[in-house]
């Protein structure tokens, strides 16, 4: 036992610990009546579907606990709220409610940051403790591991398979390598994310055709997103468009604007006056019936050429290889990990 672990500390953690345990339980079973996991996150699994390499060690910190949601190897064993969910678990936790209470207190545990959250490596029952502690933050060991998606406490699955679906459209992409101060391309709906790669390898067709050579897929998507994508989510937040309310984003209202024009062309051939990202903007607050503000009327963005291509045929052709190409890799199934940890907690 450490120096500080003292006798009146572990039997004020055997209490505790059944109080906790007691919560987990109620805690399982209403997760089990809603037909929801009430269990950690995997790291290996988040990192495998977001296709996280890189790792960086930030040194110690105070990481707030209610961002820590969760493990390495023991995400199975604690709760979203990280309540033992284990009998066998008592004496190592009740050991640990003994230090903590103690003149030392526990030592810094070890933990992965991605984004907002963070999963353990090494310490989980100091967290399950400090948190029935009352304790808001603990130190810790921050390795983090950089990305572009957004995350947070409380995802619930369908947020993780759009933030996976954006994830492999960056990883195909490769813009935060590229553009690594790119503005957000999240869609509201994930099921569209091919629809917007299909966007860049139609981009990248364009240009091939245009200069005669052989253009990379990280190329075409750089060239998009500066001659194409930017300008419009430009002109978009100039004019304030978008409405919170509806939920929708840029990148929702680029591929309208797109579409719209694709089909206006279509429709009435390369004579139409409506060739522009800020005529279709026009149009849309038009149909909207919004007032139009007089600067945008006499907006001079370039023409988005598309003509070259049939963007709807490319377009049709391309989506099943884009779904297939984000199925493929967005990870699917749990993967299976060590469930002890590193080290001793």
Do not use: C
């Not at 919004?290 to 291509?309: G, H, W």
């Amino acid at each position: 036992m450490p120096d500080d672990f003292n006798d009146t500390g572990y039997m004020e953690g055997m209490g505790a610990f059944q109080n906790a345990r007691l919560r987990a339980f109620w805690q399982d079973f209403a997760s089990f009546i809603r037909g929801k996991s009430a269990e950690l996150l995997s790291f290996e699994e988040i990192r495998a579907r977001l296709r996280l390499r890189e790792e960086n060690y930030k040194g110690i910190q105070d990481v707030p606990l209610e961002q820590i949601v969760g493990s390495v190897g023991r995400y199975r064993d604690f709760t979203q709220e990280f309540l033992p969910r284990k009998n066998q678990m008592k004496e190592r936790w009740s050991r640990v409610y003994a230090v903590a209470s103690g003149m030392v207190g526990l030592p810094p545990i070890e933990v992965y940051k991605i984004d907002d959250i963070y999963f353990v490596r090494d310490g989980n029952h100091r967290v399950s403790v400090a948190r029935q502690m009352g304790a808001t933050h603990i130190q810790a060991h921050v390795t983090e591991l950089p990305t572009s998606v957004d995350l947070h406490p409380g995802m619930t699955e369908d947020e993780l398979n759009a933030a996976a679906s954006y994830a492999a459209f960056l990883d195909e992409t490769l813009l935060p390598v590229t553009r690594p101060h790119h503005v957000p391309l999240t869609l509201s709906e994930r099921s569209r994310y091919p629809d917007l790669l299909g966007h860049v390898y139609l981009h990248r067709a364009i240009m091939m055709q245009t200069q005669g050579r052989e253009v990379s897929i990280d190329e075409a998507a750089a060239n998009w997103y500066d001659t194409v994508y930017r300008p419009a989510v430009t002109l978009i937040r100039k004019y304030n468009i978008l409405d919170p309310k509806d939920g929708r984003t840029e990148a929702d209202l680029y591929l309208w604007l797109v579409d719209y024009l694709s089909e206006v062309r279509q429709h009435y051939g390369e004579g139409t006056e409506t060739r522009s990202f800020s005529d279709a903007l026009i149009d849309f607050l038009v149909a909207r019936q919004i007032s139009v503000p007089q600067e945008l009327l006499q907006e001079q963005d370039e023409t988005v050429q598309l003509a070259r291509i049939r963007v709807n045929e490319e377009l049709r052709r391309l989506r099943p290889l884009m779904e297939r190409e984000l199925h493929d890799n967005n990870g699917n199934g749990s993967l299976e990990e060590d469930d002890t940890d590193m080290t001793a907690d």
